[in-house]
């Protein structure tokens, strides 16, 4: 019951900026977009979230739709080891929403 | 601060035979997720416990599968008997506000 909707697959040259998008167009006005991504055989890691305005990390940057019925990741820089899949999550803040991962987007990273 | 501790890493187990997972999560975090990951596809949410009560284990096999987190710290995940279709990656993950923090997960393969 993933509220997300993702690209299965993409490709980007390194050093390009990689975006990924995400469709969540039945966000509710409380709930946050979530970005994590796995690197083959780890577990997933946290890269960044949002409610409605830009975010921007030392890993990436996070552009939400004035809608908010759509966001993308973006990796400015991206490099071999930012291949991974990536997955884009929407739930509240606090509180004991269930965390639910999609299918995610795998990103490969091409030298 | 200390990440998220799971253990064994790895385990092999023949169809029938019983096995237990272990998660030490980050301290102070209330809510702990176990998932599985089967290869290729996304973490499967199968138990989300606030403190030591469970949210959410619709997606838990309940008749093979049981997991406990007692005073709300630790907590074990157990499959018994295991199937061949148990072969996967379980992950372990805590969170004290939306962003969870993940263990390295151990990998079970049921022969």
């Known amino acids: 019951d993933a509220k997300t909707t993702q690209p299965p697959s993409m490709d980007c040259a390194e050093g390009r900026a990689a975006n990924l998008p995400c469709n969540h167009s039945?966000?509710?006005?409380?709930?946050?977009v979530y970005w994590y991504r796995q690197i083959h055989s780890q577990g997933p890691q946290y890269i960044i979230h949002?409610?409605?305005n830009n975010e921007t990390n030392e890993m990436a940057s996070l552009i939400i739709t004035e809608d908010r019925k759509s966001s993308t990741l973006i990796l400015p820089h991206a490099t071999l080891r930012d291949t991974a899949v990536y997955y884009c999550?929407?739930?509240?803040?606090?509180?004991?929403?269930?965390?639910?991962f999609g299918q995610g987007t795998r990103l490969t990273i091409n030298p | 601060e200390a990440g998220v501790a799971q253990s064994p890493r790895y385990k092999i187990i023949e169809k029938r035979q019983s096995v237990a997972f272990w998660c030490n999560p980050i301290?102070?975090?209330?809510?702990l997720y176990w998932y599985q990951q089967i290869l290729g596809q996304g973490p499967k949410l199968l138990i989300q416990?606030?403190?030591?009560?469970?949210?959410?284990d619709s997606q838990l096999p309940k008749d093979r599968f049981s997991a406990e987190r007692l005073k709300g710290v630790d907590s074990t995940l157990k499959i018994q008997p295991a199937k061949l279709e148990d072969s996967a990656v379980y992950l372990c993950?805590?969170?004290?506000?939306?962003?969870?923090?993940f263990g390295p997960g151990t990998r079970l393969t049921v022969l």
């Open positions: 301290s102070g975090h209330a809510t």
């Open positions: 416990f606030q403190n030591n009560g469970v949210v959410d």
């Open positions: 999550i929407v739930r509240v803040l606090q509180g004991a929403q269930k965390l639910v």
């Open positions: 949002g409610l409605k």
């Open positions: 039945t966000i509710s006005g409380n709930e946050y």
């Open positions: 993950a805590s969170s004290q506000g939306g962003r969870a923090l």
